[in-house]
């Protein structure tokens, strides 16, 4: 509240700061310099116990076998149909303890069920884990002033568990923009603010500001929103996830036999960019509006931002796999329809 937030969205059952008011001088500090983000929102599922490895690959379609202590990875997890639930980064904290880091789709109940019907010896639980972001250029700079050059050669997604004054913290190189950046995940809420703040004074010389998961920057970088891009019908090879799934992983993965038959038949529908004609910023609220091409419906426009780069209205189509890069489409929006032309993600 101190940092002037003026709007929040619930994800996971909790609130998440969207804005401080400043939506362009956000972005740019997300492109230019260094933004620190409150994402406690991004709950942490721990799987804890000798099972944990065993459940882990049970629930994410990715082969984990060759994953170190210390690493995260990008993982797709499936219901039995090999419908996305949700997109975590799975962090590997010990032999018998992984974090998944879930976006806003509840995870907790989805791995318990499947452990207990399964037999496994493995406690899940939700601790007491906030992660703190710092994203952009000059990030790194921020973090290895309060932590040390260490973390300079921290690798994608890795990670190393640390304290700063007392607070125990993990410090993780990843983030969802494509500015380059780091992850502190809180280990005691109680001194969240305590946090804020030598974030905030060490980010000082290097100009960072409040900001928040930016929309605009994720939709030029091309990074998928779960629930928000994917609907119930959504498979990982729809919405360009299918480099994270690994058909070969046991037979007991929870969807992997759906993964399959559909990686088998090839999916029907994918994610392409569509770039809308027009060069002022959209008005009209756009989500999942109906795309069409020789008016026929092929697809979605899930999510439209204006682009501060690109000087376009700019998002993401779910369509039919027929529909190709350079075709023009035409979206139906309230405000009347408007023409497009498709391309591959990201935009930049
Ligand atoms: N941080 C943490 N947890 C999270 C998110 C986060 N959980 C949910 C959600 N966000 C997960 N979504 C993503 C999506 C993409 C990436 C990170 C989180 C990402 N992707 C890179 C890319 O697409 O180029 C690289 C992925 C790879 O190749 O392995 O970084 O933000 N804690």
């Known amino acids: 509240m101190a940092e002037g937030v003026c709007a929040m969205t619930t994800y ?8 401080y008011g400043h939506p362009e001088e956000e972005y740019w500090r997300l492109i230019e310099g260094v933004s620190m983000w409150d ?57 018998d303890c992984y974090w998944l880091s879930i976006a806003d789709s509840n995870i907790w109940f989805w791995a318990e069920a ?11 639980s939700e601790p007491d884990v906030s992660p703190l972001a710092v994203q ?44 380059g950046g780091f992850e502190i995940y809180l280990m005691d809420g109680s001194k969240g603010t305590k946090l804020w703040n030598i974030v905030k004074e060490a980010g000082q010389p290097y100009g960072i500001g409040p900001g928040n998961p930016n929309w605009c920057e994720r939709v030029e970088s091309g990074l998928v929103a779960y629930g928000g891009d994917t609907d119930g019908q959504t498979n990982p090879f ?3 996830m299918g480099k994270y799934v690994d058909l070969h992983v046991p037979d007991d993965t929870v969807g992997i036999q759906a993964l399959r038959r559909i990686a088998a038949d090839g999916p029907k529908r994918h994610q392409l960019g569509v770039v809308l004609e027009g060069s002022e910023p959209a008005k009209a609220d756009f989500r999942w509006n109906d795309i069409e091409k020789d008016g026929k419906k092929i697809g979605d426009l899930t999510n439209c931002t204006w682009s501060f780069r690109m000087r376009k209205n700019i998002g993401f189509a779910l369509v039919s796999v027929t529909a190709l890069p350079g075709d023009m489409v035409v979206v139906q929006r309230g405000a009347g329809p408007v023409e497009g032309t498709l391309c591959d993600l990201p935009f930049l």
């Open 114 to 124: 499947i452990a207990r019907e399964r037999g496994l010896d493995v406690e899940v």
């Open 12 to 19: 996971n059952l909790m609130l998440m700061p969207t804005s």
């Open 238 to 240: 729809e919405v360009r």
């Open 136 to 179: 952009g250029p000059k990030a790194e700079n921020v973090v290895a002033s309060i932590f040390g050059d260490w973390v300079r050669d921290l690798k994608y997604f890795w990670f190393r568990e640390t304290e700063i004054n007392g607070i125990p913290v993990a410090v993780a190189r990843s983030g969802w923009s494509k500015q």
């Open 39 to 95: 994402v406690a929102v991004e709950r942490q599922v721990q799987l804890k116990g000798p099972d944990a490895g065993r459940l882990v690959q049970i629930l994410a379609a990715r082969d984990l076998s060759k994953c170190k202590i210390g690493q995260g990875k990008y993982v797709p997890i499936c219901n039995h149909h090999g419908v996305l639930l949700n997109d975590p980064i799975l962090l590997k904290r010990a032999e």
